[in-house]
């Protein structure tokens, strides 16, 4: 699990309860920001909204997205990077059908694809071809889950919006009651912080978590693209390794130093 989530999102809650209870009310002060009616409007306005934007099956794919920033991405560069480069040690002492063997013992289907498809000695260009238009379409598909938080993240705001206008609007109409002039004000302030919750407590940070692992993801597919072409054009291992740690920040290039030294002590 990832906790870094977890706790991101268990702390902005407690901020905003911590915020609520320090008042003179104290516990009992959170009664005065629960009303039904205000989170009706807002959070299923925004997600009415979604709805209409989307298909059925789009809109329950995003909603289920949201577990995704729970899960540790099992993704290790600098290990996908070794493998590469065992890989290119193979191929460069035994030939490249002998690679065959080898794929059968991957995990990643995305090089593995890559691999057969050098085996049965495919062009080079249509290797890459094939595999980009991969990329593309899990960048797609990825995008679309993107997309659908930060589109919740812009209808929410602008739904409590709407739901304070409704409060203002209830609240002038009672003016000849002064008592009542207060509850409903406060009624209309409620819908907007319903809607400032819904996009910078939640849509927010889950489009954001979920556009930082589509580029881990994207970037490691790209390495393995050019480690794959790299083996098929018969380069060095040491130039291979060289061209895809040029894709690592420097410290995770030094750690990976470090790691393959250890192995050869």
Not at 97 to 112: G, I, M, R, T, V
Not at 170 to 185: E, I, R
Request: proline letters at 4%; hydrophobic letters at 45%; glycine letters at 10%.
């Amino acid at each position: 699990m990832d906790l870094a989530s977890v706790i991101g999102l268990v702390a902005c809650l407690a901020l905003i309860i911590f915020g609520i209870v320090t008042g003179d009310a104290g516990f009992a002060g959170l009664l005065n920001f629960l009303d039904y009616q205000s989170a009706i409007i807002t959070f299923g306005g925004a997600f009415a909204c979604i709805l209409a934007s989307n298909s059925m099956s789009d809109f329950f794919g995003g909603l289920k997205s949201m577990k995704l920033i729970f899960k540790v991405p099992s993704i290790d560069t600098p290990q996908i990077i070794s493998k590469i480069i065992e890989l290119s040690n193979v191929a460069r002492k035994e030939g490249l059908l002998s690679l065959e063997e080898a794929a059968s013992d991957l995990d990643d289907p995305f090089l593995k694809k890559g691999i057969l498809l050098i085996v049965d000695g495919t062009d080079p260009e249509l290797v890459r071809a094939i595999l980009e238009t991969e990329l593309v379409s899990v960048e797609g598909r990825h995008k679309g889950k993107i997309s659908f938080w930060q589109d919740v993240a812009a209808m929410g705001p602008a739904w409590g919006m709407i739901g304070t206008l409704i409060g203002l609007i209830n609240m002038l109409q009672g003016l000849d009651d002064p008592s009542a002039v207060g509850p409903n004000m406060a009624v209309a302030l409620i819908t907007t912080l319903y809607g400032s919750m819904l996009a910078n407590w939640i849509a927010t940070p889950v489009a954001t978590k979920l556009k930082n692992n589509h580029e881990v993801e994207a970037m490691v597919k790209e390495i393995e693209i050019e480690g794959l072409l790299s083996i098929q054009a018969g380069e060095n291992p040491r130039v291979i390794e060289e061209k895809l740690k040029s894709f690592l920040a420097p410290q995770d290039r030094v750690s990976s130093d470090t790691e393959e030294g250890g192995e050869e002590a």
